[in-house]
């Protein structure tokens, strides 16, 4: 049997796993399909490729894959985004120094005392005329998003006494030891290699600042997705089943040391080992910290391209870009996840699916049975650390809430 | 987003509205930007520019004080290598900073959606500045892209040349190995090679391969 060739952009990141476990263990080939991975080095990179067709699918950053169908910075290029590729992973890793202050006891820090104690050296910071400077990955970047939330929701509005600026990841752990950042909120393993270093600590998870935030997605064009339905819906059949590879018991080890191969991740396998067993050294020295909830790549329909996770986004863009709610934009940024297709290539599998589109984001305080239409679904706690709810049908109350 | 490096001054920005009025005008006033790592790279392709009469151009090899260095050299047009990991941190910079004059943007020619494929093939990117006319830009891309595609084929030559050297003293190692431990000629040996790697469906230099790591490895046996 011939294969069908699919090219997918993807960063050397832990979070891309899931295209590489399906070329690596054989499920991308048992749907008929030759799964190339092409990597590159920037997003910017990763989506150029992506909309001149140079590749058929990317690892992409979520609010990125939004942007880019909203047209933000260039022209507009409809996407769709068929599949999650991963909840949270991330982590936010300040400077040592800084870290004693706001964080001063072992362990991960509780959001609110430490975003209040950063808020309070923020502006100390800002009268000295030298303003905390934080380093995420991406303009268009959940980092981005759920770093700016969670800081303005303990008082320190991030264009009111700290900048945030983009520095690539493979360098924030230099940056951070340089001192031309105090803090880096960062994919795996970067926030690791800054730790291993001592260039910086831990002080939280993003997964405490959103239990259940959408991270990386599959993207495509939406043109070459109506083009060819079938060999997409084939596509996230293996993406599918390389996610429940992913999360079985014994396969960590051989999924680290493919993923630290040269020609993926070209890092270290103990570093990636740690982060997909949800296993994160906090400190220089300290036995890693077992966190379960670290990054989700599987369990809860984690992949299901929830409506609602869209909308969450898009309120998020508006508010840090200044921009007026547009009903009509509203519309776009949700239309780009594609809950349908993902139905349609996972129908009369095992994997359970969802009913509805949309949720309510942040309304589960624990664990809660859900309608699904095949299979049984229970999903977890997906609450915002402030306690907030977001109903993708209200945006403008919602962004009216918050403080603007 | 915040930005990095001080507020450009009024005179400066003043002295580049004036050489951007300029470009308008003249080939030679459009200050060029060359961001690349490979210094090799960017060196052919600010000769090639140079050779149309655009001299005025800066490579830019290192990643750090990059955007400092921008500010200060304030180019009309920026001319990046795709896989630079700093492509993030720059489009960031032109998005949003205050201190340029005039907003840089990526080149998207929607009506020659060819001319960016073949840019994003040769593995170029390209930034103007807000203004400058498509009829200036598509000359200096152009040339980019030809420039890329060029240094291309010397490495790809460059490649293949070095891995033929290297098979060929693979293969004199090979041969002297035989020669010695089964007393055969030049001939003799080159020819034991060639049958046994016809019968294996082998390259030559593959089985030669394989015969100088086990001499490496058990060569002292007897």
């Avoid at chain 1, 923020?122 to 303003?131: K, S, Y």
Wanted: proline share 5%; aromatic share 6%.
């Amino acid at each position: 049997m011939s294969l069908d060739r699919v090219r997918v952009g993807f960063l050397p990141l832990v979070d891309a796993a899931l295209p590489i476990v399906a070329r690596e263990q054989g499920f991308a080939e048992a749907e008929g399909i030759d799964l190339v991975p092409v990597r590159d080095l920037s997003w910017a990179t990763v989506r150029d490729r992506l909309l001149y067709g140079r590749t058929d699918a990317a690892h992409l950053l979520a609010p990125l894959a939004i942007a880019t169908a909203l047209g933000r910075g260039r022209p507009a290029v409809p996407i769709a985004v068929p599949f999650v590729l991963g909840l949270n992973g991330n982590a936010i890793t300040l400077s040592p120094a800084l870290a004693d202050v706001v964080s001063p006891g072992a362990g991960l820090g509780e959001p609110h005392a430490v975003g209040t104690a950063l808020a309070a050296v923020a502006r100390a910071r800002l009268a000295e005329g030298r303003p905390l400077r934080l380093g995420v990955v991406h303009r268009y970047s959940s980092h981005n998003y759920m770093l700016r939330y969670w800081l303005a929701a303990c008082g320190a509005r991030s264009d009111a006494g700290v900048e945030t600026v983009t520095v690539s990841p493979p360098f924030a752990a230099e940056a951070l030891a340089a001192g031309e950042v105090d803090g880096i909120c960062v994919g795996e393993p970067w926030n690791s290699v800054a730790v291993d270093r001592g260039a910086g600590r831990i002080v939280l998870v993003t997964a405490q600042i959103w239990r259940r935030g959408v991270e990386k997605v599959l993207a495509a064009r939406t043109e070459r997705l109506t083009d060819a339905p079938e060999l997409f819906h084939r596509l996230i059949r293996a993406l599918h089943a390389a996610a429940a590879h992913f999360v079985r018991a014994g396969t960590i080890e051989g999924t680290a040391a493919t993923l630290a191969r040269p020609d993926y991740l070209d890092g270290s396998a103990e570093l990636i080992r740690r982060a997909i067993s949800d296993r994160i050294r906090l400190a220089q020295g300290e036995p890693p910290l077992h966190f379960p909830d670290f990054m989700f790549q599987y369990r809860e329909a984690a992949n299901f391209p929830w409506r609602s996770q869209a909308a969450w986004l898009y309120s998020q863009l508006v508010r840090w870009e200044g921009l007026p709610y547009s009903a009509d934009a509203a519309r776009v940024a949700e239309g780009v996840f594609r809950p349908d297709v993902y139905r349609a290539a996972l129908a009369g599998g095992p994997a359970p699916l969802p009913g509805a589109n949309s949720k309510m984001e942040g309304a589960l305080a624990r664990e809660t049975g859900v309608g699904s239409i095949q299979g049984r679904l229970m999903l977890g706690s997906d609450r915002f650390f402030d306690g907030r709810t977001f109903d993708p049908d209200h945006i403008p109350s919602y962004l009216a809430s918050l403080d603007r | 987003m915040g930005r990095i490096g001080g507020p450009l001054s009024a005179l400066a920005q003043t002295k580049w509205q004036l050489r951007l009025a300029a470009a308008q005008h003249s080939m030679e006033a459009m200050r060029i930007a060359i961001i690349d790592e490979s210094a090799g790279r960017a060196a052919i392709i600010q000769e090639g520019l140079h050779d149309v009469g655009l001299t005025d151009t800066v490579v830019l090899t290192d990643r750090r004080g990059i955007l400092a260095q921008l500010e200060a050299l304030a180019p009309e047009v920026v001319l990046i290598d795709l896989e630079n990991p700093s492509r993030d941190v720059l489009e960031e910079y032109f998005a949003v900073s205050r201190a340029l004059a005039r907003p840089i943007a990526m080149f998207v020619d929607q009506s020659d959606e060819e001319a960016t494929t073949a840019a994003v093939d040769a593995g170029v990117s390209a930034y103007i500045v807000a203004g400058l006319s498509r009829n200036r830009i598509k000359p200096v891309l152009d040339l980019a892209v030809r420039r890329f595609q060029a240094f291309s084929r010397l490495q790809a030559e460059l490649h293949e040349a070095r891995t033929a050297l290297a098979d060929r003293a693979t293969t004199d190692r090979a041969k002297a190995i035989l020669m010695r431990r089964r007393g055969l000629d030049e001939p003799g040996a080159y020819a034991l090679l060639r049958r046994h790697a016809m019968a294996s469906n082998r390259r030559i230099v593959e089985v030669a391969e394989a015969i100088v790591t086990a001499e490496a490895l058990m060569g002292d046996l007897p």
